[in-house]
């Protein structure tokens, strides 16, 4: 159950925040700042979500995602940035977790559904709050989200979660 619930926070972090990119860079990245190892450490436990759940094909087209990030977009990830990411999560992680399980239970339709919806809502939510100097971070966990969502539409065979990641597509 412990792994089960740190597996779901991880995924996460990986499927709504800016932080998403925060995961595992490709291996032929340069070792990582240490504010940046600590948010790899720790970022996942600021989120304690209790309904809120990735479909597991989300997460394998977000974790496939970060995994090909190119060297250009892994340069975002400095030391102050995941400071202030740090800094963020630890001050608005019980917050954006409520919001998500607020919404994924509010929200119908199957787990795609769900998923999509509630992750735009607290993402649009939550991404103006987070600090100028994440914004590199940012610019690359969106298209980490796009690049997923669009993987996703195309190859959903059902026509609820097609919908539901083609409108996600756009994210905040």
Same mark, same amino acid.
């Given at each position: 159950m412990a792994f089960r619930r740190t597996l779901r926070r991880t995924l996460l972090a990986a499927a709504v925040l800016s932080?998403?990119?925060?995961t595992t860079p490709s291996a032929h990245a340069a070792p &990582?700042?240490? $504010?940046? =190892?600590d948010a790899l450490l720790k970022t996942l436990?600021?989120?304690p979500v209790t309904y809120f759940t990735v479909p597991e094909k989300a997460k394998t087209a977000l974790f496939d995602e970060v995994g090909? &990030?190119?060297? $250009?977009? =892994?340069?975002?990830f400095t030391q102050p940035a995941c400071t202030a990411w740090n800094n963020w999560a630890t001050a608005?992680?019980?917050a954006v977790a409520t919001?998500?399980?607020?919404?994924?239970?509010?929200?119908?339709?199957?787990?795609?559904?769900?998923?999509?919806?509630?992750s735009v809502g607290t993402l649009k939510k939550f991404a103006p709050q987070i600090p100028e100097k994440t914004r590199g971070l940012?610019?690359?966990a969106k298209k980490v989200w796009k690049n997923a969502m669009q993987k996703l539409s195309t190859e959903a065979t059902n026509a609820d979660c097609r919908k539901a990641y083609d409108g996600a597509k756009a994210g905040w």
């Open positions: 932080a998403s990119v925060l &990582l700042p240490p $504010a940046c =190892q436990d600021k989120f090909a &990030l190119s060297e $250009a977009d =892994q340069e975002a608005n992680g019980q919001d998500l399980d607020n919404r994924y239970q509010k929200a119908g339709g199957g787990a795609c559904v769900k998923f999509a919806a509630s940012e610019k690359v």
